[in-house]
């Protein structure tokens, strides 16, 4: 069950800070916030760093709307591993009489579900998603596999908290590496050293770790435990509010689980295709940056606006 968590008195703080400022805009439901202009400004600016680090490798760009065919979500086993999670969108399918009834229901603001029906799709949970199938569809990988760019779209994850950094909904950068397994590990470990010194050069005390996906129940217990024994998930972490730091980037390595779910292959023969992804918390890296420079952004040290173009 997603229940609504908490957040502890700094972090409780740290919202309200957030609110007060203007950098953040209440809606009403933890975890969704309009943004003001100067959190959008520090979103920008650093989603341009990771362009400009990515840049030397040369990756294609491609991008996605915020919802996914479910049918992505089934394939690829999401439901199994965060039911917990997934966001899906159900609309009206009924007749007048119907619709009159759910306005009632919906004015009285009682429960209107039983007017909808689910559609053929859901809140896309993680921005590399609709890479795989996309990438797929080509046909077989020429050697060296390719790098794409999935750029920072908004993605849905069903935790309400009163955590500012724990949001619903929120932009994931993601650059996604599909290649031979070498090619991909190689990728990988370039990027983890890449995005460390990214975010310290922005002034944030980064630091790395192995870490574990939020698998749901008994079984997911399990996975997490295999996922971490296999160093398979890293993540990179910095102080925001609350006791302990906070993922703001993480590297996932697939090995061969999407390559075989949608038959990605390489065109030497004998080669396995594998697939890693890096993304970036875009709103928590912002809440970072906030938090360790403060709200003013006039007053934040001048080579971290330099760094970041803020003028
Ligand atoms: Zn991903």
Not at 28 to 43: A, I, S, T
Not at 109 to 132: G, I, K, M, N, R
Not at 197 to 208: K, Q
Request: charged residues 25%.
């Amino acid at each position: 069950m997603a229940e609504f968590r908490p957040g502890d008195a700094e972090q409780t703080a740290f919202l309200e800070q957030l609110l007060d400022a203007r950098l953040l805009i209440d809606s009403g439901v933890p975890g969704v916030y309009g943004r003001g202009e100067d959190f959008e400004r520090v979103r920008w600016a650093f989603d341009g760093k990771v362009s400009e680090a990515a840049a030397v490798d040369e990756p294609e760009r491609l991008a996605f709307p915020p919802v996914l065919p479910k049918r992505r979500i089934e394939e690829i086993g999401y439901l199994k591993s965060f039911p917990h999670l997934a966001g899906t969108i159900f609309c009206f399918e009924g007749d007048e009489e119907q619709a009159t009834e759910q306005e009632g229901k919906a004015e009285r603001h009682e429960d209107w579900s039983e007017y909808q029906s689910q559609t053929e799709l859901c809140l896309t949970p993680a921005a590399c998603y609709p890479v795989y199938p996309a990438i797929a569809a080509r046909g077989k990988l020429a050697a060296g596999g390719v790098m794409v760019d999935a750029g920072g779209s908004y993605v849905f994850r069903h935790e309400p908290s009163g955590d500012p950094a724990r949001l619903q909904i929120f932009h994931q950068r993601e650059i996604v590496r599909i290649g031979e397994p070498d090619t991909v590990a190689e990728w990988r470990d370039a990027w983890r050293d890449r995005s460390v010194e990214l975010l310290r050069s922005v002034g944030l005390d980064a630091n790395f770790d192995v870490a574990n996906d939020p698998f749901f129940g008994r079984t997911g217990r399990l996975l997490a435990r295999s996922q971490r024994a296999q160093a398979l998930k890293f993540e990179i972490l910095v102080q925001i509010a609350g006791p302990e730091p906070t993922a703001v980037a993480s590297f996932n390595y697939h090995q061969d689980h999407f390559t075989s779910v949608y038959g990605i292959e390489m065109d030497a023969e004998e080669t396995t295709a594998h697939t890693a992804c890096l993304g970036f918390g875009l709103e928590r890296i912002t809440l970072a940056l906030l938090h360790e420079h403060g709200l003013e952004l006039d007053a934040w040290p001048a080579p971290v606006r330099t760094e970041l173009g803020l003028g």
